[in-house]
Nanobody, 114 residues
Framework: VQLQASGGGLVQAGGSLRLSCAAS????????MGWYRQAPGKQRTLVAT???????NYADSVKGRFTISRDSAKNTVYLQMNSLKPEDTAAYYC?????????WGKGTLVTVSS
């Protein structure tokens, strides 16, 4: 499975960005897709996930500011990020858990300036 992420960039605090991640390759069933992030010197942590039936899960730090959604027909997941804070600065990684193969996308960098 291949994951192509896009949408990162530089934004001022309070601004918005939208990340996209499209999955391709041999995909039979998707269990869930999601976004994780890793700030410099820190571990990778969950941001949000969405299951094949649309159930969502968010890190407490992003609840009310970020929204995950998906287009099942396109095997694509989105992350709408509003009210961004400098502490949201990180590399954001797309994740797919699927049959026959799970995988990670390459990170897309989000930088929030104060």
């Amino acid at each position: 499975v291949q994951l192509q992420a896009s949408g990162g960039g530089l934004v001022q605090a309070g601004g918005s960005l939208r990340l996209s991640c499209a999955a391709s390759g041999s995909i039979v069933t998707i269990n869930h897709m999601g976004w994780y992030r890793q700030a410099p010197g820190k571990q990778r942590t969950l941001v949000a996930t969405i299951t094949s039936v649309g159930s969502t899960n968010y890190a407490d730090s992003v609840k009310g500011r970020f929204t995950i959604s998906r287009d099942s027909a396109k095997n694509t997941v989105y992350l709408q990020m509003n009210s961004l804070k400098p502490e949201d600065t990180a590399a954001y990684y797309c994740r797919i858990v699927a049959i026959p193969q799970s995988g990670w996308g390459k990170g897309t960098l989000v930088t929030v300036s104060s």
